[in-house]
């Protein structure tokens, strides 16, 4: 199970971290990852770490502004995204081999 936490009504130019706890087996190692979905738009791979952190990957949209982050002894993924806008604006989802029920942030 993934469960999502830290999702807020944050303003512009601001900052939020949001946080993914991983329970049980639910994460042994690979790629895990967060997304974004507004409404009426399709869901955006946001960023992701594989292994801990050995490599990243960010969307251009969020390059310069987030921070994807791992503790792998606490399961825990974060993101901290700075410099908020308002088209950041969506449920955040955690992934790796399932999906977490999602965090709202909202930008205004």
């Known amino acids: 199970q993934l469960v999502e936490s830290g999702g807020a009504l944050g303003q512009s130019g601001g900052s939020l971290n949001i946080s993914c706890a991983a329970s049980?087996?639910?994460?042994?190692?690979?790629?895990m990852g967060w997304f974004r979905q507004a409404p009426g738009k399709e869901r955006e791979d946001v960023a992701s770490?594989?292994?801990?952190?050995?490599?990243?990957y960010y969307a251009d949209s969020v390059k310069g502004r987030f921070t994807i982050s791992q503790i792998n002894a606490k399961n825990t993924l974060y993101l901290q995204m700075n410099d908020l806008k308002p088209e950041d604006t969506a449920m955040y989802y955690c992934?790796?081999?399932?999906w977490g029920q999602g965090t709202q942030v909202t930008v205004s």
């Open positions: 992934a790796t081999s399932i």
């Open positions: 049980g087996d639910t994460y042994s190692g690979g790629c």
């Open positions: 770490i594989y292994d801990g952190g050995s490599s990243t």
